[in-house]
């Protein structure tokens, strides 16, 4: 009769065990290959493998089992672009009285099982700018609430 190895452990593989006649083998999810111990998962980064449909003008982002394309930053008015990640408002605008200065956009890669809580990055303000005042926040990508500022 044959023996169900996988029920003796969850830990026999990192995925998935499947049982077989007289053995068991392991599976990884989509996106994943198995590595040579036969037991764990790693991923796929299909950007560097350049194994993605993102257009030219997109960029690769490779997140856990799949990439994402991410669209080119656009600048919104009054703002002007200075770089591919970042938009200055003139100060001879009057339309950038009362707006930051300059907007600078980062993708950031965060890995899940991290303890919590613990920071992420850390920014600063620069006394570049003598009567400059700095406002930090959240604009988006915290509607669960998961992250604070401090």
Do not use: W
């Not at 996106?31 to 030219?56: A, H, M, P, V, W």
């Not at 960029?59 to 009054?78: A, S």
């Not at 400059?132 to 500022?149: C, D, L, P, V």
């Amino acid at each position: 009769a044959d023996m169900d190895e996988c029920s003796f452990s969850e830990f026999l593989c990192q995925h998935e065990c499947v049982n077989g006649p007289g053995s068991y083998y392991c599976t990884c999810p989509s996106g994943y290959n198995l590595l040579d111990d036969s037991r764990s998962c790693q991923d796929i980064n299909e950007c560097e493998l350049r194994n993605f449909t993102c257009t030219s003008q997109q960029t690769c982002f490779n997140i856990p089992g799949d990439y994402k394309c991410l669209d080119p930053v656009r600048c919104e008015e009054p703002y002007l672009q200075i770089n591919e990640n970042r938009c200055m408002c003139p100060a001879e605008n009057p339309g950038c009285r009362d707006q930051p200065f300059t907007i600078l956009y980062r993708v950031m890669d965060m890995v899940s099982g991290r303890s919590v809580p613990s920071d992420i990055f850390q920014m600063q303000a620069t006394t570049r700018y003598p009567g400059a005042y700095y406002i930090f926040q959240i604009k988006s990508g915290n509607e669960g609430r998961e992250f604070y500022m401090r």
